[in-house]
């Protein structure tokens, strides 16, 4: 079992290990379609499909606008599956290519994004509580990014990453065909309700059949991605190896982001709290390697949460620190009083031993916050 403690005093080297590179569905070596001819349009496809596609293909990589485009298409999604339609799979595949690329842009692409905020800006909309009103949209773009964080912390290939991003983009598909007052209810599920919400991995699988042997690995996913360590997921029951890799990273991904989010039946809870539940209840769960990649790229205090230091001013992590955890740089942003500061102030806290973290704090508690960080 990962305790909390362990990950805390555990320096993670991920990136100096000698591992094995992984391949996505290792009993399957099934190649990914050529990227580029997912671009090309298609006289078939409708137009919206079309801009879906293009909006990428500009000279400027704006993670704001990559974000919007996704909720969009996503929402397309859904009216095409309620619908009836199957949808088309090239623009998922172009957005979680560009997803990938604004969170780890390549060498070549740096120059087409801003600055470094820009790299960190889509962490920021998936981490944000303030979230759309259509939660299923929503969280199903958020796991694909923290889906796509959790396998660069298990130094998965770009062309792995986009498979996973698309994996994210696509998890819950099959929720499409719950009756709407199942996923909106503000109460706990009774049985029945919770039996029918059971079944939308193989809702998703059945939607997702249409894409046929070459997405094999994609239908897999979304069919395990309830599926735990200890055999007690669900539809089958799998347990272990059993379970491929990649379903339970989107697992992991799906639970934290639930965690960390608002919705109708529960208040979220801060990333920080986010993070420890799942080591709190991780048990057998969790893959404890999964779980240190997540902890790894999101840090026990993530980037842009809000922290309370012993001296009492609040602040936002801008900076995480890989090595040590607990030590991130922060912008002092509220003085002891929750007072705005006139002058923001960014401490090193790797560099100021006299300081630390003494708790998270929920970004809904501070004043005029929308004021101080635009």
């Not at 048990?283 to 993530?302: C, E, M, V």
């Not at 790797?350 to 630390?356: N, S």
Request: net charge negative.
């Amino acid at each position: 079992m990962v305790e909390f403690k362990d990950i805390i005093k555990e320096k993670i080297e991920t990136k100096n290990k000698k591992t094995k590179k992984r391949e996505i569905v290792p009993k399957d070596d099934i190649k990914f379609r050529d990227l580029d001819l997912l671009k090309e349009s298609h006289p078939s496809q409708p137009e919206s499909d079309q801009d879906s596609i293009a909006i990428f293909a500009t000279d400027k990589l704006d993670p704001d606008k990559v974000f919007k485009e996704a909720l969009q298409y996503e929402e397309e999604i859904g009216f095409k599956i309620k619908g009836g339609i199957n949808f088309e799979i090239g623009p998922v595949v172009n957005i979680s290519e560009a997803i990938v690329d604004c969170l780890h842009p390549q060498e070549m692409l740096k120059p087409m994004l801003q600055n470094n905020h820009d790299t960190c800006s889509l962490l920021l909309n998936a981490s944000s509580v303030r979230q759309p009103s259509d939660y299923l949209v929503a969280h199903m773009v958020n796991v694909a990014i923290f889906a796509i964080e959790i396998g660069a912390g298990l130094l998965y290939s770009r062309e792995q990453l986009i498979k996973l991003g698309v994996a994210g983009l696509l998890h819950d598909v099959g929720m499409w065909k719950i009756p709407r007052e199942i996923i909106e209810k503000n109460v706990p599920l009774d049985d029945k309700e919770f039996d029918m919400l059971k079944r939308h991995p193989e809702y998703g699988f059945e939607i997702l059949s249409f894409l046929g042997e070459e997405y094999a690995w994609l239908t897999e996913i979304v069919l395990q991605e309830h599926e735990r360590e200890n055999g007690q997921g669900y539809p089958r029951g799998l347990k272990g190896e059993e379970i491929n890799e990649n379903a339970k990273i989107i697992g992991m991904a799906d639970v934290y982001e639930a965690s960390s989010h608002f919705r109708s039946y529960k208040k979220h809870l801060i990333p920080h709290y986010a993070i420890k539940e799942l080591l709190n209840i991780q048990r057998g769960t969790f893959s404890p390697h999964i779980i240190k990649a997540l902890i790894g790229r999101l840090s026990i205090f993530p980037l842009y949460s809000y922290v309370r230091l012993n001296s009492g001013y609040v602040g936002r992590v801008i900076e995480v620190n890989k090595d040590y955890p607990l030590r991130p740089t922060v912008e002092i942003l509220f003085d002891t009083q929750k007072k705005k500061m006139h002058k923001t102030q960014t401490i090193k806290l790797a560099d100021t031993p006299i300081l630390y973290i003494t708790g998270a704090v929920d970004e809904e508690d501070l004043p005029d916050l929308d004021a101080i960080v635009g």
